[in-house]
């Protein structure tokens, strides 16, 4: 889409979805230049972290010590990528100190976030603070590391695709291999 004079893409997020619905999440987010390999490399099927692979690592694993109503499932630091799944659990902690369950945030959206402002406890703000402390690490270590400025993002619908998507995950650096990571 144009918008003056410029290409703008459109946002893959559910316009009518309310991101801090609990709920489990499959989420990828990619390096700018995925041909670098950051994050280190593989090496008969399992992978080899670098400096910043170690930190996306650790950063990755230090979101539930942000996030109190977050549970990580399985992950997987990949040399240009990363794949996690994100647990969000009731209640819902907002930044008014009160306590809201899944059929309030509805409500609470419609009064309060009128100007998409980023929303505390959603996955949106989670992979926003991820990347911004990857990001702060790289710069503090003259790295030329970048993101890309999106990421992918999938609601988990049943037990079936939760365990299809764990089994991608933990057997993604066999397939990265073959080109198919």
């Known amino acids: 889409m144009l918008y003056k004079g410029r290409y703008r893409v459109e946002s893959i997020r559910l316009s009518n979805w309310d991101y801090r619905t609990p709920g489990y999440y499959f989420i990828t987010i990619c390096v700018e230049q995925r041909y670098r390999e950051p994050f280190g490399y593989i090496k ?24 109190p109503n977050v549970s990580l499932d399985v992950f997987v630091i990949m040399p240009d990528h990363m794949h996690g799944i994100i647990w969000i659990r009731e209640p819902v902690e907002t930044c008014h100190g009160m306590s809201l369950h899944a059929d309030q945030i509805k409500h609470y959206d419609h009064q309060f976030n009128k100007f998409s402002k980023p929303i505390s406890q959603s996955i949106p703000m989670i992979v926003n603070q991820y990347k911004s402390a990857v990001t702060r690490w790289c710069r503090q270590h003259q790295s030329g590391f970048q993101w890309q400025p999106r990421y992918y993002e999938h609601i988990i619908r049943n037990e079936q695709a939760f365990h299809n998507i764990q089994r991608y995950i933990i057997n993604n650096p066999k397939k990265y291999l073959c080109g198919h990571g």
């Open 44 to 67: 008969n099927g399992y992978m080899c972290l670098s400096n910043i692979g170690t930190m996306a690592h650790r950063y990755w694993f230090d979101i539930p010590k942000h996030f």
